[in-house]
């Protein structure tokens, strides 16, 4: 017999810079359920990318995905966008204990570097573009 353990995920606004995104306060979800994360950011631009970073307790952030214009999957999650890019969805397949973390959704710029390469720097290694984030955690 499978034994389910719930999981509370408690969407919470935060910053780095300037507000440009918003998610809801809170959402709850179970364990192995799929969990949709909404992020509006309807001062969107044409050249800013949408990324996801998740921060587990007591550890540095970590890549989730990020996207442009379409949407994309990776084996961590999904990110689907609205047509106009207003807002997009992290979707995050059958959720686990190990998913708890503060989630965060961003827009940063794009930038050309000398070899043609498209690129966005990480707010946490240089100031700018805005943040909010979503902390998934475990009931006591």
């Given at each position: 017999?499978?034994?389910?353990?719930?999981?509370?995920?408690?969407?919470?606004?935060?910053?780095?810079?300037?507000?440009?995104?918003?998610?809801?306060?809170?959402?709850?979800?179970?364990?192995?359920e799929?969990?949709?994360?909404?992020?509006?950011?309807?001062?969107?631009?044409?050249?800013?990318?949408?990324?996801?970073?998740?921060?587990?307790?007591?550890?540095?952030?970590?890549?989730v995905?990020?996207?442009?214009?379409?949407?994309?999957?990776n084996?961590?999650?999904?990110?689907?966008?609205?047509?106009?890019?207003?807002?997009?969805?992290?979707?995050?397949?059958?959720?686990?204990?190990?998913?708890?973390?503060?989630?965060?959704?961003?827009?940063?710029?794009?930038?050309?570097?000398?070899?043609?390469?498209?690129?966005?720097?990480?707010?946490?290694?240089?100031?700018?573009?805005?943040?909010?984030?979503q902390?998934?955690?475990?009931?006591?």
């Amino acid at each position: 017999m499978k034994s389910v353990t719930g999981i509370t995920i408690l969407l919470m606004l935060g910053t780095v810079g300037d507000a440009k995104t918003t998610q809801p306060n809170a959402m709850e979800c179970t364990e192995e359920e799929t969990v949709h994360l909404p992020c509006n950011h309807s001062t969107i631009s044409g050249n800013e990318y949408i990324y996801w970073y998740r921060q587990v307790p007591h550890q540095g952030p970590e890549y989730v995905i990020h996207g442009l214009k379409k949407n994309e999957t990776n084996e961590m999650a999904s990110l689907t966008m609205t047509t106009d890019r207003k807002s997009s969805t992290l979707i995050l397949p059958q959720v686990t204990l190990k998913d708890t973390a503060v989630y965060y959704c961003m827009l940063r710029d794009a930038h050309w570097d000398r070899w043609g390469c498209t690129c966005a720097i990480s707010p946490w290694w240089r100031k700018g573009s805005s943040s909010s984030h979503q902390e998934a955690t475990a009931p006591e």
